[in-house]
């Protein structure tokens, strides 16, 4: 399983091209080759940058919807909006489609922030909001998300 590591500042381009940092960009050799998918992000006003196997792996969960549930299919149309597939050019790039920029509100500046298996495209100044309006509620959300009693693999 991918783990990528850290938080990037770089640039977006006149014609939506981003430069990866090479701290990231050697992160994501192994499966670069393989392509990427870029899609809206369900919670946030960002992008989403799926390697092709962490997406053809999230699709196998959401292909085991039924089709005939309303909910199910109004889920999978709104999840898979504006979904594309971009590859990393040879000198690092990434053009990332217009109407996805637009979305995330991204002009120039930009942060490119790991989580997990995944990379997170933001408006720098967008993502400085969402951390700093996080960071009130942190302590309780780790505590609800991480800290069960039971559980014994806690992290501290």
Same mark, same amino acid.
């Given at each position: 399983?991918?783990?990528?590591? +850290? ?5 977006? @381009?006149?014609? #939506? !091209? $981003?430069?990866? =940092?090479?701290?990231l ?25 799926y ?20 909910k ?9 909006? +504006? ?5 990393? @050019?040879?000198? #690092? !790039? $990434?053009?990332? =489609? ?5 979305f ?40 609800e ?12």
């Amino acid at each position: 399983m991918l783990n990528l590591i +850290g938080t990037y500042e770089c640039k977006a @381009d006149a014609k #939506g !091209r $981003l430069m990866v =940092p090479a701290n990231l960009k050697k992160q994501l050799a192994p499966v670069a080759s393989s392509g990427f998918v870029v899609k809206r992000a369900v919670f946030q006003p960002c992008l989403e940058l799926y390697p092709l196997e962490e997406w053809q792996l999230l699709m196998q969960k959401v292909s085991g919807l039924n089709r005939f549930n309303r909910k199910n299919n109004d889920f999978i149309r709104r999840f898979t909006a +504006g979904v594309r597939t971009i590859e990393m @050019d040879t000198t #690092g !790039r $990434l053009n990332i =489609p217009k109407d996805l920029l637009v979305f995330a509100g991204i002009e120039k500046e930009i942060v490119l922030s790991s989580a997990i298996n995944i990379v997170e495209i933001w408006d720098k100044q967008k993502y400085e909001q969402a951390i700093d309006d996080a960071a009130n509620d942190f302590a309780d959300l780790a505590e609800e998300v991480m800290g069960d009693a039971n559980d014994d693999n806690g992290i501290s």
